[in-house]
């Protein structure tokens, strides 16, 4: 335990100065039978003390208050509505390709300008960040491998600057389409970080094309359904499916969703449906650095005050001069 307001202990001097001039000041009474009990006086009981003493113990728990003790590195749990939630992006050659270019043709306007679907499928995941509170969000990205780019994380502004870093040079010399990969590992990262959790995780897949390198996606889906995670795919202007039916039917195996669009219109729907997935007891562990650590002596300082005034009202507690 550390304190952070330790100048505070150049004040210790003048309390302990005031709190021995306090106790040293006598009351004295007169009444007509004090020479009668002058010759019957005694020592009085150590106990008869007890008060000043709950009172000097109080004062010091609240004078350690006052140096704000902090704990370095403290472990919290924090429990809030939420799911695991794993985005899985592909970055195919194809994601440069612009999403619906026809809307923007015969403009002249920088402002209109197209973007590509890896452009509009960051700024769709952006948005679901911004939907998501008390999430733990994780981010894979895929071509012809699966990379995990973001652990699962409740710091959103951290994972919507990993969103902000993919670019297509992010996977540089990759340029064929392994969604199985990128299924399988997204429910290995949510394996490997929810071992401590009940709730069922979640996959979001964005792609363009079908797959056509590395582990075959039915095989995937079916592996992340035995685990109990959901998966959404969402096809960005993906014209032609050879086992559409089967990926389709795969897909609603695991209780997602497959969602076919065509334009940005259809991919802000898509997502906003997802967003309305329905949210689970989450407990996740935070590390926090210097976390406040004054209750239990607050706490203390009160209990000590209180046995001071209840013993004070007892007439043994009483000292008679």
Sequence with gaps: MDFTRTEFLYLMPLVLGVCVLGWRKKRYVGHSLGLFLKARRHRSSPWVHLPQVFQALALALLFICLLNPVLPVAVRQVTSQGLNLVMVVDLSSSMQEYI??????????????????LEAVKKVITEM?????GDRLGLVVFSENAYVASPLTVDYDYARQYVSFLDYQTLLGEGQTAIG?????????LTSQTRESRVPGVIIVFTDGENNYGRD????????QKKGYKVYMVGVQIWSLTQAEQLIQAVRATG???FDVKDEKQLRTASRTISGLERKLLTTKQLVRNAPNYFPF???????LALAVCVKAIPYFVEVT
């Design 100 to 117: 619906n270019p026809e809307a923007y043709r015969g403009s002249t306007s920088w402002l209109m300008a197209p973007e590509t679907k």
């Design 129 to 133: 960040i911004s939907r998501r509170d």
């Design 181 to 189: 990969e990128g299924i399988y590992t997204a429910a290995a990262l």
């Design 217 to 224: 996606p039915l095989g995937s889906l079916a592996h992340a």
């Design 256 to 258: 997602g969703r497959y």
């Design 298 to 304: 607050g706490l203390g300082a009160v209990i000590f």
